[in-house]
């Protein structure tokens, strides 16, 4: 069976500091992957898709980035933190067919800047 | 794009009532998705509907697609604590890329023993 791991799940750092939060799928091959972020009060955004290993799509305009080195595997960085990217955030992992996308979550970062 | 908007933002109920969930979508729903999310963790799939008119029943909740496909409903009969949580409507945004989901900004329930 298919399963999503993500880590740390919490993580502390300073305004400046690099991030890194990685996330592995078992069980399946070449899904398309997800970063999610959850603010207070402000629903979930997708960040960040990959449909394959290399290719990258952002859906907003950020201090993050996200790679894809390997087909399960996702990451997302920063090079400097912000308060404002404090949340709580989510990788997913779907297998598109023709008439469903079925997203499966990983149990989340929760990233506090400071 | 597409937008969706969950009501009430919170609920708190007695244990062993009955409570609805609305999801309201500013376009038509090509794909409507209920997923249950406890506090700190990740998401929980709940079930998807993608036909108007469609109901789907899982343990004591059932959530509903109205005909028009613009509007999905989750109701809990008889809620219990394990019920409590933040539950999110997802839907599928055709007008952007990939179809990725996107979701409401979710309805916190408090279920009192």
């Known amino acids: 069976s298919q399963t999503i791991h993500q880590w740390p799940a919490t993580l502390v750092q300073p305004v400046g500091s690099p991030l890194s939060l990685e996330c592995t799928v078992e069980?399946?091959?070449?899904?398309?992957l997800y970063w999610y972020r959850q603010a207070a009060g402000r629903g979930l955004q997708l960040l960040f898709y990959?449909?394959?290993?290399?290719?990258i799509s952002s859906e907003v305009p950020q201090n993050l980035s996200a790679s894809r080195p390997q087909d399960r595997q996702f990451i997302l960085s920063s090079k400097k933190l912000l308060l404002s990217d404090s949340g709580f955030y989510l990788c997913?992992?779907?297998?598109?067919?023709?008439?469903?996308?079925?997203?499966?979550f990983g149990s989340g970062t929760q990233l506090s800047v400071l | 794009s597409q937008e969706l908007e969950q009501s009430p933002q919170s609920l708190i109920v007695q244990e062993g009532k009955n409570l609805t969930i609305n999801c309201t979508s500013s376009k038509t729903l090509y794909g409507l998705y209920w997923y249950k999310q406890k506090y700190g963790e990740g998401l929980i799939f709940l079930m998807m509907?993608?036909?108007?008119?469609e109901e789907k029943s899982h343990e004591k909740i059932t959530a509903k697609l109205d005909e028009k496909k613009q509007q999905s409903s989750l109701h809990i009969t008889a809620s219990q604590p394990s019920h409590a949580g933040i539950y999110l409507c997802?839907?599928?945004?055709?007008?952007?890329?990939?179809?990725?989901?996107?979701f409401g900004k979710g309805t916190k329930l408090s279920v009192k023993p």
């Open positions: 069980g399946t091959s070449n899904p398309n």
């Open positions: 997913a992992w779907s297998v598109r067919t023709a008439s469903n996308e079925k997203l499966f």
């Open positions: 509907l993608q036909k108007g008119g």
């Open positions: 997802g839907a599928a945004d055709y007008g952007g890329s990939q179809g990725n989901l996107i």
């Open positions: 990959s449909v394959g290993i290399g290719q």
